[in-house]
């Protein structure tokens, strides 16, 4: 398993400076609160369940079951 940043670089760069602004917290959710500070809690939990594969919910990260 591996985690990477999404390949689009101008998706990262928006996503960044999201965050920036946000103060860590996930730019694509409303509620500044501890589950969705950056790493949020549901991309843990998708990093710990072992059938998922995919992009964090704003696509920032990708999540590889491959080495
Ligand atoms: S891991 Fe992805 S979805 Fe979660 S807070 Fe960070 S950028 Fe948002």
């Known amino acids: 398993m591996k985690i990477?940043?999404?390949p689009d670089e101008g998706i990262v760069r928006m996503i960044q400076a999201?965050?920036?602004q946000s103060g860590g917290y996930c730019p694509c959710r409303?509620?500044?609160t501890e589950d969705n500070k950056c790493m949020c809690r549901e991309f843990k939990e998708q990093i710990k369940d072992p059938s998922f594969e995919g992009y964090c919910h704003c696509m920032l990260y990708y999540?590889?079951?491959q080495e």
Do not use: D, I
């Open 4 to 6: 990477t940043l999404n």
């Open 18 to 20: 999201g965050l920036e």
């Open 30 to 32: 409303r509620e500044k």
């Open 63 to 65: 999540k590889s079951l």
